[in-house]
C-alpha cells in the first residue's frame, strides 16, 4: 500500500493520506523515497520503466533502478516543465523533473517573504492555505506543464495553479501527477477547469483511492504533539556541515544545470556526513526535501523524513501510522508551529538534518534542541549555503 491513513487538526480537512514511499510523514528507505518519483515520471512520459520502478518499490532492487532512471531519463516528444507543490511534494516533484529530463523544475512555495515575482493562489484545505508561484527570470519555458502533488483529493488546488500559469504563459496542455488519486470521479474541478481555459489537462497517478478516507474526528483518539522546553537535558552535541551552492532555490526555477550543480553539492555533503546505518534519518525541513533525500540516497541507503506544518494526532491506535512527535518553531517562519513525526529520536544512531541557508539553520535552533531532548544521540546539521 502507498497510503496509510491518520487524522490531523484541522477543520477543513481532518484526514492525511500519510504515504509509505513519500518521505515525508514517515522515514523510509531513501531509495524508496527517490524510486517512487521517478516512476511517476516515468508514467508521466509513458515510459514501460514505469511498471518495472513500481513494483521494485519495496525491495531490493530500488537502489539500481534509481541509479539507471536517472542515468537513462524518458524519452518525450515535448519537453516538460515541472512543478512540485509545496511543501509535500518539492521533492516529489524534482524526482519527476528528473525521470522527464524537464527544461524547468520549479515549486510553489509559503516563502512569501521579500517576494517581488510571485502570484498566490490557495490551497484551500490545507492548514496553511497560501501559496506562491514564482515566474522564473526568463519567463516559463514552452513545453508542457506537469504539476506533481502527493496525493488528489479533488483536484481543486491544481486546478487553481493551472488557471494561474494560464494566465502567465497559456499553453495547451497540462499533465497533473500524483502518487495517489483519491477524487470520486473524473467530473471535478480538473474537468470543469479544462472546460473553461480550453485546455487538455491529463492526470496520472500511481494508485487510486476513493472516497472511503473520509473520516469523522476524533476517530484516531490521538492527540497533538506540544512544545516544551523541559525534558532531559542536551544529549548530544551537533556537529555543523556547510555546503556551498550558489545556483537558485527550487521555487526560483532550476533548469538541467541547476539540478546538476545541486546533484553535486549532495554528494559534496554527503561525503562530509560520512557513511550512515540504514536506520539512521536524515531529515528535510518544511520545503527543504530533494536536497536531504538526495544525500540520504548517497549515505549507504539511510532513512529519510521531514518537518511538517501538517498537526496530525498522535496515536497508539492498532495500525496508525503516526506513533511519535515532535513539535517546535518552524524554522521556515517562527511564528508557526512545526512538527516532525515518527523520529522516534532516542532509537536512531544519528540524525542528519538540512536547511536551505544560513538564516534557515539559524531559526531551526529550537528543532535541533527538541531532537537533543528527545534522546538524539549523534546530531548533524547540513547547510546549504554559497
Same mark, same amino acid.
Given at each position: 500500500?502507498?497510503?496509510?491513513?491518520?487524522?490531523?487538526?484541522?477543520?477543513?480537512?481532518?484526514?492525511?493520506?500519510?504515504?509509505?514511499?513519500?518521505?515525508?510523514?514517515?522515514?523510509?528507505? #531513501?531509495? !524508496?523515497?527517490?524510486?517512487?518519483?521517478?516512476?511517476?515520471?516515468?508514467?508521466?512520459?509513458?515510459?514501460?520503466?514505469?511498471?518495472?520502478?513500481?513494483?521494485?518499490?519495496?525491495?531490493?532492487?530500488?537502489?539500481?533502478?534509481?541509479?539507471?532512471?536517472?542515468?537513462?531519463?524518458? !524519452?518525450?516528444?515535448?519537453?516538460?516543465?515541472?512543478?512540485?507543490?509545496?511543501?509535500?511534494?518539492?521533492?516529489?516533484?524534482?524526482?519527476?523533473?528528473?525521470?522527464?529530463?524537464?527544461?524547468?523544475?520549479?515549486?510553489?512555495?509559503?516563502?512569501?517573504?521579500?517576494?517581488?515575482?510571485?502570484?498566490?493562489?490557495?490551497?484551500?484545505?490545507?492548514?496553511?492555505? #497560501?501559496?506562491?508561484?514564482?515566474?522564473?527570470?526568463?519567463?516559463?519555458?514552452?513545453?508542457?506543464?506537469?504539476?506533481?502533488?502527493?496525493?488528489?483529493?479533488?483536484?481543486?488546488?491544481?486546478?487553481?495553479?493551472?488557471?494561474?500559469?494560464?494566465?502567465?504563459?497559456?499553453?495547451?496542455?497540462?499533465?497533473?501527477?500524483?502518487?495517489?488519486?483519491?477524487?470520486?470521479?473524473?467530473?471535478?474541478?480538473?474537468?470543469?477547469?479544462?472546460?473553461?481555459?480550453?485546455?487538455?489537462?491529463?492526470?496520472?497517478? =500511481?494508485?487510486?483511492?476513493?472516497?472511503?478516507?473520509?473520516?469523522?474526528?476524533?476517530?484516531?483518539?490521538?492527540? =497533538?504533539?506540544?512544545?516544551?522546553?523541559?525534558?532531559?537535558?542536551?544529549?548530544?552535541?551537533?556537529?555543523?556541515? !556547510?555546503?556551498?551552492?550558489?545556483?537558485? =532555490?527550487?521555487?526560483?526555477?532550476?533548469?538541467?544545470?541547476?539540478?546538476?550543480?545541486? #546533484?553535486?553539492?549532495?554528494?559534496?555533503?554527503?561525503?562530509?556526513?560520512?557513511?550512515?546505518?540504514?536506520?539512521?534519518?536524515?531529515?528535510?525541513?518544511?520545503?527543504?526535501?530533494?536536497?536531504?533525500?538526495?544525500?540520504?540516497?548517497?549515505?549507504?541507503? #539511510?532513512?529519510?523524513?521531514?518537518?511538517?506544518?501538517?498537526?496530525?494526532?498522535?496515536?497508539?491506535?492498532?495500525?496508525?501510522?503516526?506513533?511519535?512527535?515532535?513539535?517546535?518553531?518552524?524554522?521556515?517562519?517562527?511564528?508557526?508551529?512545526?512538527?516532525?513525526?515518527?523520529?522516534?529520536?532516542?532509537?536512531?544512531?544519528?540524525?542528519?538534518?538540512?536547511?536551505?541557508?544560513?538564516?534557515?539553520?539559524?531559526?531551526?535552533?529550537?528543532?535541533?534542541?527538541?531532537?537533543?531532548?528527545?534522546?538524539?544521540?549523534?546530531?548533524?546539521?547540513?547547510?546549504?549555503?554559497?
Amino acid at each position: 500500500m502507498l497510503v496509510a491513513l491518520a487524522e490531523r487538526a484541522n477543520r477543513r480537512r481532518s484526514f492525511l493520506l500519510v504515504s509509505t514511499v513519500l518521505g515525508k510523514h514517515l522515514p523510509v528507505p #531513501a531509495a !524508496r523515497c527517490r524510486l517512487a518519483g521517478l516512476a511517476l515520471g516515468l508514467r508521466v512520459a509513458g515510459d514501460a520503466r514505469a511498471a518495472r520502478a513500481e513494483g521494485a518499490l519495496f525491495g531490493d532492487e530500488a537502489a539500481a533502478l534509481v541509479d539507471e532512471i536517472e542515468s537513462l531519463p524518458a !524519452r518525450t516528444e515535448q519537453p516538460f516543465v515541472v512543478i512540485g507543490m509545496a511543501e509535500t511534494a518539492t521533492a516529489l516533484g524534482e524526482q519527476v523533473a528528473s525521470a522527464l529530463d524537464a527544461s524547468l523544475f520549479a515549486t510553489t512555495t509559503r516563502q512569501a517573504a521579500g517576494m517581488q515575482r510571485g502570484v498566490r493562489f490557495d490551497e484551500l484545505h490545507s492548514h496553511a492555505p #497560501a501559496q506562491w508561484i514564482v515566474a522564473p527570470h526568463g519567463g516559463w519555458p514552452d513545453g508542457v506543464v506537469a504539476i506533481v502533488d502527493d496525493e488528489l483529493t479533488t483536484g481543486a488546488t491544481a486546478a487553481r495553479l493551472i488557471e494561474v500559469l494560464q494566465t502567465q504563459a497559456p499553453r495547451e496542455r497540462y499533465v497533473v501527477a500524483a502518487l495517489v488519486d483519491g477524487r470520486a470521479g473524473s467530473d471535478g474541478p480538473l474537468a470543469q477547469c479544462a472546460a473553461r481555459l480550453g485546455v487538455r489537462i491529463d492526470v496520472v497517478a =500511481l494508485q487510486r483511492r476513493g472516497a472511503e478516507a473520509r473520516t469523522q474526528p476524533g476517530w484516531s483518539g490521538g492527540t =497533538l504533539p506540544a512544545r516544551s522546553s523541559n525534558g532531559r537535558p542536551a544529549s548530544s552535541e551537533v556537529r555543523d556541515v !556547510r555546503v556551498g551552492f550558489g545556483g537558485p =532555490l527550487q521555487h526560483e526555477g532550476q533548469d538541467c544545470a541547476a539540478r546538476r550543480s545541486l #546533484a553535486e553539492a549532495a554528494a559534496v555533503a554527503a561525503a562530509e556526513v560520512g557513511p550512515l546505518a540504514e536506520d539512521a534519518l536524515v531529515l528535510g525541513t518544511g520545503e527543504h526535501l530533494a536536497f536531504a533525500q538526495r544525500c540520504a540516497a548517497l549515505c549507504g541507503g #539511510a532513512l529519510t523524513s521531514s518537518t511538517t506544518r501538517s498537526p496530525v494526532l498522535v496515536s497508539d491506535r492498532e495500525r496508525y501510522p503516526i506513533r511519535d512527535g515532535l513539535a517546535f518553531a518552524n524554522p521556515d517562519d517562527l511564528d508557526v508551529p512545526g512538527f516532525a513525526y515518527n523520529v522516534c529520536a532516542s532509537q536512531r544512531p544519528s540524525i542528519v538534518v538540512h536547511f536551505q541557508d544560513r538564516a534557515h539553520r539559524t531559526r531551526g535552533q529550537e528543532l535541533l534542541a527538541a531532537l537533543q531532548r528527545a534522546g538524539a544521540r549523534e546530531l548533524v546539521a547540513v547547510t546549504l549555503a554559497d
